[in-house]
């Protein structure tokens, strides 16, 4: 339905609700409104754009004032004019010089003001405590945006007006220094002041440039025909559309570059997964980029030292080594050779890695970072619904009733998830439930927070269970019609006794049980409407050995409330690099080919016809037990593609010693990291910033990703570097290279596509057209699937699996060893930091590695905020810098594992594996406190004689 008016006698149509700013932007008037967020309700605070309507006594404000059929709309007339200069002429005034800033000057000029009649307003207040962007009052209009962006866009209400009247000034809660608030410094707040007061360290104001800017409107619900997706801004700058290179989120950017340097980051209102959202790291973490230290050639080790070569000698020694290795028996292949794909690369560049181990080099050793993270999840999943995927969109965190999140500092590593879930708490009376040893953000709007003792989720969540059983909530139809295994699953659950779980977790039996009813019977909606319960867990219950039993224990939960499958519900894995869910969608894991289609399965034979080579039908080794193959001898050989195990890998020194019994390591990536300075050959790769192709996020969203720069040096990209090395092992081995003869990435996309039916209906011409789009997508008609699981699962019927808490960990506390050491991320580092490293203002928040403790045991300790500590244990020692804080428990000690001046968590870590999916155990180690310098004392080995 659409409504006819006319704006200064022209005649325009809008959308049925529209209002009538929005009619006039539409007729292409320039109308002040400088109070406005973009893509937000307005606030009808600044009162410029006053407009006059035919027939009514008074001036109304444009931006509040609903648009109707047959109003007759002046902008232009005396009285608006004449009303609305006066409002600037005030606005101007608010300035210290009178002369105003940005989009106010931009708008008083039209009006025929240069500087304001009113007497200026002193206001010196400046705030540049943190190290993305400064507050400077001088400037500031007092329109209430950046407000409006941190509580109700973000959710994080870390600023507001301060004071009164004419002594109003924007800042934090007490007057505090913006560095030392609850900011996250999202610049969510920055990317809507329309003066530059808010100005982000490249001096680059997003607001307040003189002509509206050109941009896409890019969504699966509308289309442009622009196939470059490369806009102009009024400061000369390029806007360019693209997907954000850090977490499984998969937020819209628009890179705003001055030739090559990014001087401003946008969110993109129509991206569904982050509607117009960004965190630190996606807004200010793109200088990585450009940094000096990018590698920007081959290097290959001659004499014990890397040094700069040619492209053809690296890839010809490459070739001849790899030639060497490569398993000629599909029947019995050999295991010499293996590799490790990127998340942090794109789909093509995936396929093409796992696609050359595979038909070239005759082993399914292929693997990526999801065995480090959510590999016991797909083993749960995979076991009992037959899909290793979130079932649910991001869409339905904002719908559901109550939200149960389970090990997962969501805030830190997925920021706007967290948003979107603050969103529904805070707009819709959602309950939240937060399972987490640790305190984490999240629990300032949880309803209950379950704080078990690392090692104890079984326990818990089986406890959780019973109530619901015993108490009768359990979706009976839904279990009948739609599951298998729950009588023998209810057997276990029967002999659970909540005070027993209550002595194990160390979480109170009251509060087991209203956790348990609030996910069984999620609050419904104000209008009384039945709501879901959504199953969002992270890596706080998979980096455990019993890490698959975690997955099942929550996996079950959910059948036995019928919590899948419906708008508002899922079972939500939130995946943790950009793209880790598409490099196994891609095909990257030793078990599967691309689409989850089973080595060895029904399918085999497709992959050997399309690739014609032969290959073998076992599956290949898991990244974590490639180690031990190292050490024995008969792993001699590796290709590790944008990943850096000298860090991310557990107890380091066992993972260096194994690295370093390789006859040949060739390393492609960025950067000279831990894992490259071993490396026989480093190869220089481009970053996100120079790719095309596709990322897909936690909730299936394939997306694109444009480049906005040229290639750094001599860098290529992945899939090409790759292919080539594939063409010339293949000339080694007097075979057709024809498979690997890509002209670009849609070539690569379209091919994966052809063969994986879960993407077929996709391609980058789509993507491009239609922004991301969620698989499976079967067909070009197919929208793309929101929901997963509504009528049936692809086992046939979701299984029970009965599970009971076996051993807390394989490492417990002792009076040696007396804390638990769990590690996990930083908002402001990412993964090991070999990215983030790069990027001076985010080492400026976070420059050395540190401990969280608890302020009692602290206090115990005699340990100091800020003091350096040593933290040992049965495997190595770190400093650390200490954090006392109150969101540790007892007992609990937290480390990030990001590597900062050769500190790294994982010198620590155990190890040991959850077996079934080979994932080792980060989240429960045992660790001492020692004053820096002191021996770590080892057990003595008991006598043989």
């Known amino acids: 339905m659409t409504i006819n008016l006319q704006v200064n006698g022209a005649p325009v149509e809008v959308p049925d609700g529209a209002t009538i700013l929005d009619a006039v932007l539409a007729s292409n008037v320039d109308l002040p409104h400088l109070c406005k967020p973009e893509s937000r309700s307005p606030l009808g605070a600044c009162r410029t754009c006053l407009i006059e309507i035919d027939g009514s006594p008074r001036l109304v404000a444009a931006c509040h004032t609903p648009a109707s059929d047959s109003q007759s709309i002046m902008t232009d007339s005396a009285k608006s004019q004449r009303i609305r200069t006066g409002v600037l002429d ?52 007092l329109c209430g945006r950046c407000i409006d962006a941190c509580q109700k866009t973000q959710h994080i209400g870390a600023i507001g007006i301060n004071g009164r009247g004419q002594n109003g000034v924007i800042g934090s809660a007490f007057e505090s220094d913006w560095e030392d608030s609850t900011c996250t ?26 002509v509206t800017m050109a941009l896409p409107i890019i969504s699966s619900t509308s289309e442009t025909t622009d196939e470059k997706k490369q806009y102009q801004t009024a400061v000369g700058t390029t806007v360019t559309e693209t997907t954000c290179p850090y977490c499984g989120v998969g937020c819209g950017l628009r890179v705003h570059t001055d030739k090559e340097n990014v001087v401003w980051v946008d969110g993109v209102p129509e991206n569904d997964s982050s509607l117009g959202m960004t965190c630190v790291k996606g807004r200010f973490g793109l200088d990585y980029i450009n940094s000096k230290e990018r590698l920007t050639q081959p290097l290959v080790r001659k004499n014990g030292k890397l040094e700069p070569t040619s492209w053809d000698e690296a890839l010809n020694l490459v070739a001849d080594k790899f030639a060497g290795v490569v398993s000629v028996n599909a029947k019995s292949p050999t295991q010499k050779f293996g590799g490790i794909a990127s998340a942090k690369a794109t789909n093509e560049d995936g396929y093409v890695m796992q696609k050359f181990v595979r038909s070239v080099m005759g082993t399914n050793s292929i693997d990526h970072c999801s065995r480090l993270c959510h590999a016991p999840s797909v083993v749960a999943l995979m076991e009992q619904i037959g899909s290793g995927a979130t ?19 969501t805030g830190r590593n997925h920021p706007v998830v967290a948003s979107r879930i603050r969103r529904n708490i805070e707009n819709n009376n959602a309950a939240l439930i937060v399972v987490n040893p640790i305190r984490i953000e999240l629990c300032d709007v949880a309803e209950i927070h379950l704080q078990p003792r690392p090692g104890t989720d079984v326990t818990l969540f089986n406890a959780m269970a019973k109530v619901i059983i015993d108490e009768g909530l359990e979706n009976q139809d839904f279990i009948n019609n739609r599951t298998e295994g729950f ?52 890596m706080g219950v998979t980096q455990h050995t019993n890490g698959s039993d975690n997955a099942r224990s929550l996996i079950n939960l959910a059948l036995s409330s019928g919590q899948v499958g419906k708008s508002g519900n899922g079972i939500s894995p939130l995946r943790g690099q950009n793209n880790v869910q598409g490099c196994s969608d891609s095909g990257c894991l030793p078990n599967i080919f691309p689409g989850y289609e089973s080595v060895g399965g029904e399918t085999h034979g497709k992959w050997e016809t399309a690739w014609e080579a032969e290959i073998p039908q076992n599956p290949g080794l898991q990244s974590t037990l490639m180690i031990d193959k190292m050490l024995s001898g008969e792993l001699t050989t590796m290709y590790i593609v944008g990943e850096n195990p000298l ?48 990322f897909t996020n936690s909730e299936r969203r394939v997306q694109l990703i444009r480049p906005f720069m040229e290639n750094v040096g001599e860098s290529r990209n992945d899939w090409e570097i790759t292919a080539d090395i594939a063409r010339r092992v293949l000339e080694r081995l007097e075979r057709p290279v024809h498979q690997f003869t890509y002209a670009e990435s849609s070539e690569i996309f379209d091919e994966m596509a052809g063969l994986t039916p879960i993407i077929s209906g996709l391609s980058h011409s789509r993507l491009n057209k239609e922004g991301g789009i969620q698989w499976p997508c079967s067909d070009d008609n197919h929208p793309g699937t929101k929901i997963l699981f509504d009528k049936d699962f692809p086992r046939g019927r979701g299984l029970f699996m009965p599970v009971v808490q076996a051993a807390l960990a394989a490492e417990l506390p002792s009076r040696r060893y007396p804390f638990t050491l769990i590690t996990g991320r930083s908002l402001y580092h990412w993964h090991t930091g070999a990215i983030t490293r790069e990027v001076a203002n985010l080492m400026k928040k976070v420059p050395v590695v ?26 190595g020692e770190i400093i650390a810098r200490v954090h006392v804080v109150d969101r540790m428990q007892r007992g609990d000690l937290f480390v990030p594992f990001v590597a900062l001046e050769g500190v790294a968590a994982n010198i620590l870590t155990n190890d040991a594996l959850d077996l079934p999916s080979g994932i080792p155990e980060y989240k429960a180690c045992a660790v001492r406190l020692d004053v820096p310098g002191s021996t770590r004392k080892t057990r003595k080995k008991r006598s043989t004689n």
């Open 90 to 141: 005030l606005t101007l005034g608010m300035s210290s010089d009178g002369k105003g800033k940005g989009l106010t000057v931009i708008h008083a000029r039209k009006h025929l003001l240069t500087q304001s009649t009113f007497s200026p307003m002193p206001r010196i207040s400046e705030d540049d405590t943190n190290p993305f962007f400064s507050l400077t009052m001088a400037d500031c209009i």
């Open 185 to 210: 410094s999202c610049g969510q707040c920055v990317s809507q002041c329309p003066t530059g007061a808010l100005l982000p360290v490249t001096n680059h104001p997003p607001r307040a440039n003189a």
């Open 391 to 409: 079932s649910n969109s991001y869409e339905d965190y904002e719908k559901a009733g109550t939200l149960l999140v389970v090990g997962s500092d």
């Open 487 to 538: 009588t023998e699953w209810r057997e276990v659950i029967d002999k659970i006794h909540l005070p027993e779980a209550e002595t194990i977790t160390g979480v109170p039996a009251v509060d087991i049980s209203k956790a348990a009813r609030l996910y069984a019977q999620p609050r419904p909606s104000s209008d009384g409407t039945d709501r879901g319960s959504c199953l969002i867990w992270g």
């Open 647 to 694: 860090v991310s890998d557990p107890y380091l020194i066992h993972a260096r010693e194994a690295f370093n019994r390789l006859d040949f390591l060739v390393v492609q990536d960025l950067f000279m990291h831990e894992t490259a300075e071993i490396a026989d050959v480093v190869l220089p790769a481009t970053s996100f910033a120079e790719k095309s192709g596709t």
């Open 850 to 875: 540190t401990v969280d403790i608890n302020s009692a045991d602290a206090n115990e300790m005699n340990i100091r905020d800020g003091q350096d500590i040593q933290i040992s244990s049965r495997r």
